[in-house]
């Protein structure tokens, strides 16, 4: 049974950081491209970034704005997200995904979440 497990998610000042944690389980990780996704309310899920199995080429959404890092452990199974320099608007569900190269986001493995809140 897969399961992605996010962690690391709370109430935090803007300008503050955060670090969240993914912990995989049930898939041979170092298979997987890793993906944080996020969803504020109201609004839908989108894109915050990507690393591949290798740690390399990874993929940032625009609104990162050089504010974010992630990173993996393949030995750990782990994937992170370093959030620095967080605003209000960055408040939003932040995901935990897992996919197989050339597949798509929609069709991989999600975690439940974990709550991300910046007060202003």
């Known amino acids: 049974q897969v399961q992605l497990v996010e962690s690391g998610g709370g109430l935090v000042q803007a300008g503050g950081s955060l670090r969240l944690s993914c912990a995989a389980s049930g898939i041979i990780f170092s298979w997987y491209v890793m993906g944080w996704f996020r969803q504020a309310p109201g609004k839908e899920r989108e894109f915050v970034a990507s690393i591949p199995w290798s740690g390399r080429s990874t993929d940032y959404a625009d609104f990162v704005e050089g504010r974010f890092a992630v990173s993996r452990d393949n030995a750990k199974n782990a994937v992170y997200l370093q959030m620095n320099m967080l605003k209000s608007e960055d408040t939003a569900v932040y995901y935990c995904?897992?996919?197989?190269?050339?597949?798509?986001?929609?069709?991989?493995?999600w975690g439940q979440g974990t709550q991300v809140t910046v007060s202003s």
């Open positions: 995904e897992a996919r197989q190269p050339g597949s798509s986001w929609e069709r991989g493995y």
